[in-house]
Protein backbone atom coordinates (compact mmCIF):
# COMPACT_ATOMS: atom_id res chain seq x y z
CA UNK A 1 0.00 0.00 0.00
CA UNK A 2 1.02 3.32 -0.90
CA UNK A 3 1.11 6.20 2.00
CA UNK A 4 0.89 9.53 0.71
CA UNK A 5 0.03 10.94 4.25
CA UNK A 6 2.63 9.41 6.54
CA UNK A 7 5.72 7.93 5.45
CA UNK A 8 5.45 8.62 2.07
CA UNK A 9 6.96 5.44 1.36
CA UNK A 10 5.66 2.22 -0.65
CA UNK A 11 6.54 -1.66 1.02
CA UNK A 12 8.69 -3.54 -1.42
CA UNK A 13 7.85 -7.14 -2.19
CA UNK A 14 11.10 -7.98 -0.81
CA UNK A 15 10.47 -6.16 2.39
CA UNK A 16 12.21 -3.07 2.04
CA UNK A 17 10.52 0.42 1.95
CA UNK A 18 10.89 2.98 -1.45
CA UNK A 19 9.71 7.06 -0.41
CA UNK A 20 6.92 7.86 -3.60
CA UNK A 21 9.11 10.81 -5.02
CA UNK A 22 12.62 10.75 -6.65
CA UNK A 23 15.14 12.60 -7.04
CA UNK A 24 16.54 11.91 -10.78
CA UNK A 25 19.88 12.69 -11.78
CA UNK A 26 20.40 12.62 -15.59
CA UNK A 27 21.46 15.23 -17.39
CA UNK A 28 22.10 15.62 -20.92
CA UNK A 29 26.43 15.49 -21.46
CA UNK A 30 26.50 19.49 -21.99
CA UNK A 31 25.43 19.95 -18.69
CA UNK A 32 28.44 20.23 -16.10
CA UNK A 33 28.91 17.73 -13.38
CA UNK A 34 28.61 19.63 -10.81
CA UNK A 35 25.37 20.66 -11.19
CA UNK A 36 24.53 17.41 -10.24
CA UNK A 37 26.24 17.27 -6.68
CA UNK A 38 24.99 20.84 -5.79
CA UNK A 39 21.35 20.12 -6.41
CA UNK A 40 21.57 16.60 -4.69
CA UNK A 41 22.52 18.41 -2.13
CA UNK A 42 19.83 20.57 -2.62
CA UNK A 43 17.30 17.78 -3.10
CA UNK A 44 18.21 16.17 0.47
CA UNK A 45 18.01 19.59 2.04
CA UNK A 46 14.68 19.78 0.67
CA UNK A 47 13.45 16.69 1.96
CA UNK A 48 14.46 13.79 -0.86
CA UNK A 49 15.35 10.46 0.34
CA UNK A 50 15.49 8.87 -2.75
CA UNK A 51 17.65 9.39 -5.63
CA UNK A 52 17.93 7.68 -9.01
CA UNK A 53 21.04 7.34 -11.12
CA UNK A 54 22.55 4.96 -13.47
CA UNK A 55 26.19 4.13 -14.61
CA UNK A 56 24.93 5.64 -17.96
CA UNK A 57 24.52 9.24 -16.23
CA UNK A 58 28.48 9.86 -15.64
CA UNK A 59 27.72 11.74 -12.40
CA UNK A 60 27.76 9.00 -10.02
CA UNK A 61 31.01 10.12 -8.41
CA UNK A 62 29.38 13.29 -7.93
CA UNK A 63 25.72 12.23 -6.81
CA UNK A 64 27.80 10.26 -4.04
CA UNK A 65 29.60 12.86 -2.84
CA UNK A 66 26.62 14.97 -2.40
CA UNK A 67 25.03 11.71 -0.18
CA UNK A 68 28.33 11.57 1.94
CA UNK A 69 28.39 15.74 2.45
CA UNK A 70 24.81 15.17 3.53
CA UNK A 71 25.87 12.39 6.59
CA UNK A 72 28.58 13.71 7.01
CA UNK A 73 27.16 16.99 8.12
CA UNK A 74 24.45 15.09 10.09
CA UNK A 75 21.52 16.31 7.80
CA UNK A 76 20.72 12.43 6.95
CA UNK A 77 21.90 9.02 7.95
CA UNK A 78 22.89 6.69 4.93
CA UNK A 79 19.84 4.31 5.96
CA UNK A 80 17.39 7.55 5.62
CA UNK A 81 18.64 7.51 1.83
CA UNK A 82 17.25 5.25 -0.74
CA UNK A 83 19.99 4.97 -3.52
CA UNK A 84 18.84 3.62 -7.15
CA UNK A 85 21.71 2.53 -9.41
CA UNK A 86 21.73 0.59 -12.55
CA UNK A 87 23.09 -1.66 -15.05
CA UNK A 88 24.22 -0.73 -18.12
CA UNK A 89 23.38 -2.80 -21.35
CA UNK A 90 26.99 -3.52 -21.85
CA UNK A 91 27.08 -5.45 -18.56
CA UNK A 92 24.66 -7.86 -18.95
CA UNK A 93 26.82 -11.03 -19.75
CA UNK A 94 26.49 -12.61 -16.07
CA UNK A 95 30.16 -12.36 -15.48
CA UNK A 96 30.03 -8.26 -16.08
CA UNK A 97 27.34 -7.61 -13.60
CA UNK A 98 28.77 -7.79 -10.02
CA UNK A 99 31.68 -5.38 -11.33
CA UNK A 100 29.84 -3.19 -12.79
CA UNK A 101 28.34 -2.47 -9.72
CA UNK A 102 31.12 -2.78 -7.47
CA UNK A 103 32.63 0.19 -10.37
CA UNK A 104 29.25 2.32 -9.18
CA UNK A 105 29.93 1.66 -5.72
CA UNK A 106 33.65 2.89 -5.75
CA UNK A 107 32.85 6.14 -7.54
CA UNK A 108 29.94 6.74 -5.19
CA UNK A 109 32.25 5.17 -2.05
CA UNK A 110 29.26 3.78 -0.21
CA UNK A 111 29.15 0.26 0.56
CA UNK A 112 25.44 -0.46 -0.45
CA UNK A 113 22.92 0.57 -3.15
CA UNK A 114 19.48 0.09 -2.12
CA UNK A 115 17.82 -0.95 -5.93
CA UNK A 116 20.05 -2.08 -8.48
CA UNK A 117 18.01 -2.41 -11.74
CA UNK A 118 18.47 -3.65 -15.30
CA UNK A 119 18.56 -0.44 -16.79
CA UNK A 120 17.19 -1.67 -20.63
CA UNK A 121 16.55 -5.36 -21.47
CA UNK A 122 18.27 -5.09 -24.60
CA UNK A 123 22.23 -5.78 -24.38
CA UNK A 124 25.04 -4.10 -26.39
CA UNK A 125 28.52 -5.61 -27.29
CA UNK A 126 30.67 -4.80 -24.11
CA UNK A 127 33.33 -2.84 -23.53
CA UNK A 128 33.58 1.05 -22.11
CA UNK A 129 31.69 2.57 -24.77
CA UNK A 130 28.15 3.74 -23.61
CA UNK A 131 26.78 3.33 -27.33
CA UNK A 132 29.28 0.76 -28.98
CA UNK A 133 29.19 1.80 -32.39
CA UNK A 134 30.27 0.15 -36.02
CA UNK A 135 31.95 1.71 -38.64
CA UNK A 136 28.74 3.09 -40.31
CA UNK A 137 27.81 4.34 -36.50
CA UNK A 138 24.99 1.93 -36.46
CA UNK A 139 25.18 0.45 -32.02
CA UNK A 140 26.31 -2.67 -31.77
CA UNK A 141 23.80 -5.33 -30.20
CA UNK A 142 24.42 -7.94 -28.13
CA UNK A 143 22.27 -11.11 -27.13
CA UNK A 144 22.32 -11.68 -23.50
CA UNK A 145 19.19 -13.79 -22.37
CA UNK A 146 17.87 -11.23 -19.31
CA UNK A 147 16.98 -14.57 -17.41
CA UNK A 148 20.85 -15.08 -17.14
CA UNK A 149 21.23 -11.17 -16.50
CA UNK A 150 18.08 -11.73 -13.70
CA UNK A 151 20.31 -14.49 -11.94
CA UNK A 152 23.85 -12.74 -11.46
CA UNK A 153 21.66 -9.40 -9.88
CA UNK A 154 19.58 -12.09 -7.49
CA UNK A 155 23.82 -12.71 -6.58
CA UNK A 156 24.71 -9.13 -5.87
CA UNK A 157 21.42 -8.96 -3.41
CA UNK A 158 22.71 -11.47 -1.86
CA UNK A 159 26.39 -10.49 -1.49
CA UNK A 160 24.89 -7.70 -0.13
CA UNK A 161 26.03 -5.46 -2.51
CA UNK A 162 22.52 -3.94 -3.11
CA UNK A 163 18.99 -4.41 -0.90
CA UNK A 164 16.95 -4.82 -3.75
CA UNK A 165 16.88 -5.29 -7.38
CA UNK A 166 14.77 -4.65 -10.12
CA UNK A 167 14.23 -3.59 -14.05
CA UNK A 168 13.98 -0.62 -16.06
CA UNK A 169 11.76 -0.56 -19.25
CA UNK A 170 10.01 -4.15 -19.20
CA UNK A 171 7.37 -4.59 -21.61
CA UNK A 172 4.89 -7.09 -19.79
CA UNK A 173 5.97 -10.18 -21.44
CA UNK A 174 9.54 -9.76 -20.41
CA UNK A 175 8.53 -9.14 -16.83
CA UNK A 176 6.86 -12.14 -17.14
CA UNK A 177 9.80 -14.19 -18.12
CA UNK A 178 11.76 -13.00 -15.41
CA UNK A 179 8.69 -14.21 -13.14
CA UNK A 180 8.15 -17.50 -15.14
CA UNK A 181 11.72 -18.62 -14.85
CA UNK A 182 12.50 -21.25 -13.01
CA UNK A 183 14.35 -21.08 -9.97
CA UNK A 184 13.60 -17.27 -9.35
CA UNK A 185 15.08 -16.94 -6.11
CA UNK A 186 13.58 -12.88 -6.09
CA UNK A 187 11.18 -11.13 -7.69
CA UNK A 188 12.34 -7.95 -9.02
CA UNK A 189 10.59 -5.35 -6.84
CA UNK A 190 9.89 -2.37 -9.60
CA UNK A 191 9.72 -1.62 -13.25
CA UNK A 192 10.92 1.86 -14.03
CA UNK A 193 9.54 3.31 -17.13
CA UNK A 194 8.69 6.60 -19.10
CA UNK A 195 5.03 7.26 -17.47
CA UNK A 196 3.11 10.64 -17.56
CA UNK A 197 -0.47 11.95 -18.92
CA UNK A 198 0.62 11.29 -22.00
CA UNK A 199 2.05 7.75 -21.83
CA UNK A 200 0.13 6.82 -18.69
CA UNK A 201 0.87 2.93 -18.54
CA UNK A 202 -2.98 1.86 -17.54
CA UNK A 203 -2.47 -1.57 -19.05
CA UNK A 204 1.24 -1.90 -17.94
CA UNK A 205 0.33 -0.24 -14.16
CA UNK A 206 -2.40 -2.78 -13.39
CA UNK A 207 -0.44 -5.59 -14.52
CA UNK A 208 2.34 -4.55 -12.12
CA UNK A 209 -0.29 -4.22 -9.52
CA UNK A 210 -1.27 -7.68 -10.05
CA UNK A 211 2.45 -9.10 -9.26
CA UNK A 212 3.07 -6.87 -6.39
CA UNK A 213 5.63 -4.84 -8.68
CA UNK A 214 5.96 -1.12 -8.20
CA UNK A 215 5.50 1.16 -11.76
CA UNK A 216 8.49 3.69 -10.81
CA UNK A 217 8.02 6.34 -13.60
CA UNK A 218 10.49 8.34 -15.08
CA UNK A 219 9.87 11.47 -17.27
CA UNK A 220 7.01 12.40 -15.34
CA UNK A 221 7.26 16.06 -16.36
CA UNK A 222 7.63 15.39 -19.84
CA UNK A 223 11.47 14.70 -19.69
CA UNK A 224 14.61 15.98 -20.32
CA UNK A 225 14.31 16.54 -24.46
CA UNK A 226 17.93 15.68 -24.98
CA UNK A 227 18.52 15.52 -28.61
CA UNK A 228 20.45 12.73 -27.74
CA UNK A 229 17.47 10.20 -26.76
CA UNK A 230 14.50 12.23 -27.85
CA UNK A 231 12.68 13.65 -30.84
CA UNK A 232 12.99 17.56 -29.88
CA UNK A 233 9.87 17.89 -31.96
CA UNK A 234 7.27 16.12 -29.60
CA UNK A 235 5.12 18.52 -27.46
CA UNK A 236 5.91 19.55 -23.93
CA UNK A 237 3.65 18.20 -21.89
CA UNK A 238 4.02 20.82 -19.23
CA UNK A 239 2.10 23.18 -21.77
CA UNK A 240 -0.89 21.38 -22.39
CA UNK A 241 -4.20 23.53 -21.36
CA UNK A 242 -6.04 21.14 -19.37
CA UNK A 243 -3.23 20.52 -17.01
CA UNK A 244 -2.22 24.24 -17.19
CA UNK A 245 -6.01 24.60 -16.30
CA UNK A 246 -5.95 22.08 -13.21
CA UNK A 247 -3.13 23.72 -11.82
CA UNK A 248 -4.50 27.18 -12.00
CA UNK A 249 -7.76 25.71 -9.80
CA UNK A 250 -5.39 24.20 -7.23
CA UNK A 251 -2.92 27.12 -7.70
CA UNK A 252 -0.19 24.99 -8.51
CA UNK A 253 2.00 24.69 -11.33
CA UNK A 254 1.46 22.06 -13.97
CA UNK A 255 4.27 20.05 -12.99
CA UNK A 256 2.73 19.50 -9.81
CA UNK A 257 0.23 18.19 -10.79
CA UNK A 258 1.72 15.51 -13.53
CA UNK A 259 3.57 14.43 -10.05
CA UNK A 260 0.34 14.34 -7.79
CA UNK A 261 -1.29 12.32 -10.86
CA UNK A 262 0.89 9.63 -10.84
CA UNK A 263 1.10 9.57 -7.02
CA UNK A 264 -2.29 9.47 -6.90
CA UNK A 265 -2.57 6.16 -9.05
CA UNK A 266 -0.25 4.73 -6.52
CA UNK A 267 2.86 5.40 -8.88
CA UNK A 268 6.34 5.72 -7.30
CA UNK A 269 7.66 9.08 -9.27
CA UNK A 270 10.75 10.36 -10.06
CA UNK A 271 11.44 13.93 -10.83
CA UNK A 272 14.26 16.04 -12.07
CA UNK A 273 15.11 19.01 -11.57
CA UNK A 274 18.67 20.90 -11.22
CA UNK A 275 17.00 24.04 -10.07
CA UNK A 276 16.39 25.05 -6.72
CA UNK A 277 13.41 26.64 -7.05
CA UNK A 278 12.04 23.96 -8.77
CA UNK A 279 14.02 21.19 -6.83
CA UNK A 280 11.40 22.66 -3.95
CA UNK A 281 8.59 22.80 -6.49
CA UNK A 282 8.16 19.82 -7.02
CA UNK A 283 8.59 18.17 -3.69
CA UNK A 284 5.07 20.01 -2.62
CA UNK A 285 3.42 17.60 -4.49
CA UNK A 286 1.78 15.86 -0.84
CA UNK A 287 0.34 18.58 0.34
CA UNK A 288 -3.06 19.05 -2.30
CA UNK A 289 -5.20 16.41 -3.66
CA UNK A 290 -6.83 16.09 -7.48
CA UNK A 291 -10.41 15.00 -7.14
CA UNK A 292 -11.26 12.45 -9.21
CA UNK A 293 -13.11 14.56 -12.12
CA UNK A 294 -9.21 16.16 -12.09
CA UNK A 295 -8.08 12.66 -12.58
CA UNK A 296 -10.76 11.54 -15.27
CA UNK A 297 -9.75 14.86 -17.31
CA UNK A 298 -5.73 13.98 -17.18
CA UNK A 299 -6.42 10.42 -17.28
CA UNK A 300 -8.08 11.38 -20.95
CA UNK A 301 -4.95 13.08 -22.23
CA UNK A 302 -3.12 9.43 -22.43
CA UNK A 303 -1.83 9.52 -26.10
CA UNK A 304 1.03 6.98 -26.30
CA UNK A 305 3.76 9.44 -26.46
CA UNK A 306 6.63 7.82 -25.63
CA UNK A 307 9.54 10.49 -25.50
CA UNK A 308 12.27 7.84 -25.29
CA UNK A 309 12.14 5.08 -28.31
CA UNK A 310 15.61 3.85 -27.49
CA UNK A 311 15.22 3.66 -31.47
CA UNK A 312 18.95 1.99 -32.01
CA UNK A 313 17.72 -0.99 -30.47
CA UNK A 314 14.57 -1.30 -32.41
CA UNK A 315 15.77 -4.37 -34.34
CA UNK A 316 16.99 -6.58 -31.07
CA UNK A 317 14.67 -9.54 -30.11
CA UNK A 318 14.16 -7.69 -26.67
CA UNK A 319 13.40 -4.31 -28.00
CA UNK A 320 10.75 -3.44 -25.52
CA UNK A 321 7.94 -0.63 -27.00
CA UNK A 322 6.89 -3.01 -29.74
CA UNK A 323 4.39 -4.68 -27.51
CA UNK A 324 0.95 -2.35 -26.71
CA UNK A 325 2.70 -3.05 -23.17
P1 LIG B 1 11.73 14.89 -15.92
O1 LIG B 1 11.65 14.53 -14.48
O2 LIG B 1 10.62 14.55 -16.83
O3 LIG B 1 12.03 16.46 -15.99
C1 LIG B 1 12.22 17.07 -17.23
C2 LIG B 1 12.68 18.48 -17.17
O4 LIG B 1 11.70 19.28 -16.56
C3 LIG B 1 13.94 18.70 -16.36
O5 LIG B 1 15.03 18.76 -17.24
C4 LIG B 1 13.71 19.97 -15.58
O6 LIG B 1 14.63 20.99 -15.95
C5 LIG B 1 12.29 20.38 -15.90
N1 LIG B 1 11.48 20.58 -14.68
C6 LIG B 1 11.62 19.99 -13.49
N2 LIG B 1 10.65 20.37 -12.64
C7 LIG B 1 9.87 21.23 -13.31
C8 LIG B 1 8.70 21.96 -12.98
N3 LIG B 1 8.16 21.88 -11.77
N4 LIG B 1 8.17 22.76 -13.93
C9 LIG B 1 8.71 22.87 -15.16
N5 LIG B 1 9.81 22.18 -15.55
C10 LIG B 1 10.39 21.36 -14.62
O7 LIG B 1 13.15 14.36 -16.52
P2 LIG B 1 13.82 13.01 -16.91
O8 LIG B 1 15.27 13.27 -16.69
O9 LIG B 1 13.37 12.56 -18.25
O10 LIG B 1 13.30 11.90 -15.88
C11 LIG B 1 13.57 11.97 -14.47
C12 LIG B 1 14.60 10.96 -14.03
O11 LIG B 1 14.19 9.64 -14.38
C13 LIG B 1 15.99 11.09 -14.69
O12 LIG B 1 16.72 12.16 -14.17
C14 LIG B 1 16.55 9.73 -14.40
O13 LIG B 1 16.97 9.66 -13.06
C15 LIG B 1 15.32 8.83 -14.65
N6 LIG B 1 15.22 8.32 -16.02
C16 LIG B 1 15.32 6.97 -16.21
C17 LIG B 1 15.25 6.43 -17.48
C18 LIG B 1 15.36 4.95 -17.66
O14 LIG B 1 15.55 4.49 -18.80
N7 LIG B 1 15.24 4.16 -16.63
C19 LIG B 1 15.06 7.26 -18.60
C20 LIG B 1 14.93 8.64 -18.39
C21 LIG B 1 15.01 9.15 -17.10
P3 LIG B 1 15.44 21.85 -14.84
O15 LIG B 1 16.56 21.00 -14.37
O16 LIG B 1 15.89 23.05 -15.60
O17 LIG B 1 14.44 22.17 -13.75
Redesign the pocket.
Known amino acids: MMDLNQSHSVKLNDGHFMPVL??????PEEIPKSKAFE?TKVAIDVGYRHI???HL?QNEEEVGKAIREKIADGTVKRKDIFYTT?LWATFHRPELVQPALERSLKKLQLDYVDLF?I??PVAMKPGEDLLPKDASGKVILDMVDIRDTWEAMEKCKDAGLTKSIGV??FNHKQLELILNKPGLKYKPVCN???C?PYLNQSKLLEFCKSKDIVLVA?????????PK??DVNSPH??EDPILKTIAKKHKR????VA?RYLLQRGVVV??????EK??K??FQAFDFELTPEDMKEIQSLNRNLR??QILFAVDHPYYPFSEEY
Open positions: GFGTYASDAAYKLHVSNQVEHYSALGSHRDWVLLSPGQLLAKSFSRIENYG
